[in-house]
């Protein structure tokens, strides 16, 4: 069993940053890719990040790539979302996943654990 929880989201200004991190407990935190996934008002919960067990491989889809940097360090069971250049159409929730098949990163369902989610809201 993994429990995630998201934090460091909040109110920020376009151009800014936010840091978001994802805290794991359970002793499996290692075994698993660590998937970032965001949800905005009204649409479908967009994939936009996945990083391997060893944080050696990592995945971005087009749409993020350049602005968006995920990252993990296994022995504080913790994984990180770097967000820059924050424009408005990110507002959104934003959640970590766990998924034991780094491949699968896209696919919403094929993740075996989800954290509840941190709102990160950007003002124009």
């Known amino acids: 069993q993994v429990q995630l929880v998201e934090s460091g989201g909040g109110l920020v200004q376009a151009g800014g940053s936010l840091r978001l991190s994802c805290a794991a407990s359970?002793?499996?935190?290692?075994?698993?890719?660590v998937g970032w996934w965001r949800q905005a008002p009204g649409k479908e919960r967009e994939f936009i990040a996945i990083?391997?067990?060893?944080?050696?491989?990592?995945y971005y889809p087009d749409s993020v790539k350049g602005r968006f940097t995920v990252s993990r360090d296994n022995a504080k069971k913790r994984g990180y979302l770097q967000i820059n250049s924050l424009k408005p159409e990110d507002t959104a929730v934003y959640f970590c996943?766990?998924?034991?098949?780094?491949?699968?990163?896209?696919?919403?369902?094929?993740?075996?654990?989800w954290g509840q989610g941190t709102q990160v809201t950007v003002s124009s």
């Open positions: 996943a766990a998924i034991s098949d780094y491949g699968l990163g896209a696919y919403e369902k094929e993740y075996d654990y």
């Open positions: 359970g002793r499996t935190f290692s075994h698993y890719a």
């Open positions: 990083i391997n067990y060893d944080g050696e491989s990592t």
